[in-house]
């Protein structure tokens, strides 16, 4: 009883997955690099600090990922590393969404974490949107995002500091061309 309850299931499951295969769309995805140039602003807040400090900071930008077309756009995930001022900025794009409005323009919106490069780092959210003309050449497109890295945070190991972490606020924009492969 055992053994044809066993091969019925297994039976079962051969046959869901030829089905699956068979009615399955073409599945790709798209390879792509992208580099170009920041320009950010980090305000920290340091615990032992009075007040906020600004700096502004402009770098090169370079990122590498994958999307896959839907209907309307595409989506995917991507790692990114700029130079911001000599520290880097690592970020992992979870959820990289592109909405095509038509052949050549498209929108884009992006969340997931970022890390700031600092003698202790800085985690936090990082989300954003811009605009894509794609097909500058075949497989290029020129890209222009607003990002936002929201209270990226890390410890404070100052005994005297009135909280235990320090906080930083990125906003920037990153103009850069995207080469598919």
Same mark, same amino acid.
């Not at 995930?77 to 911001?84: G, P, S, V």
């Given at each position: 009883m055992k053994s044809s309850l066993g091969l019925r299931t297994y039976t079962t499951g051969i046959a869901a997955a030829i089905v699956a295969a068979g009615l399955a769309r073409e599945a /790709? =995805?798209? @390879?792509? *690099?992208?580099? /170009?140039v920041?320009?950010?602003?980090?305000?920290?807040?340091? =615990? %032992? &600090?009075?007040?906020?400090? %600004?700096?502004?900071?402009?770098g090169l930008h370079f990122g590498v990922g994958l999307r896959r077309e839907l %209907?309307? #756009?595409?989506? +995917?995930?991507?790692? !990114?590393?700029?130079?911001?001022? /000599? !520290?880097? @900025?690592?970020? *992992?794009? =979870?959820?990289?969404?592109r909405r095509h409005l038509s &052949?050549? $323009?498209?929108?884009?919106? $992006?969340? /997931?974490a970022a890390r700031l490069?600092?003698?202790?780092?800085?985690? +936090?959210?990082? @989300? +954003? #949107? +811009? *605009?894509?003309?794609?097909? @500058?050449?075949?497989?290029w497109s020129l890209s222009v995002d607003l990002r936002l890295g929201d209270k990226l945070a890390r410890d404070n190991f100052d005994p005297q500091a009135p909280r235990p972490d320090d906080f930083y606020d990125l906003k920037g924009v990153t103009i850069y061309l995207s080469r598919g492969f």
């Open positions: /790709g =995805a798209e @390879l792509f *690099v992208d580099f /170009g920041n320009d950010s602003s980090v305000e920290a807040d340091i =615990a %032992t &600090q009075p007040v906020s400090i %600004t700096t502004d900071s402009s %209907t309307h #756009g595409s989506i +995917g995930a991507r790692i !990114e590393l700029d130079d911001l001022d /000599g !520290e880097s @900025l690592l970020a *992992v794009r =979870a959820l990289d969404y &052949q050549r $323009f498209a929108l884009t919106a $992006f969340a /997931g490069d600092l003698d202790t780092p800085a985690y +936090g959210y990082y @989300l +954003g #949107g +811009g *605009v894509q003309l794609k097909d @500058l050449w075949p497989r």
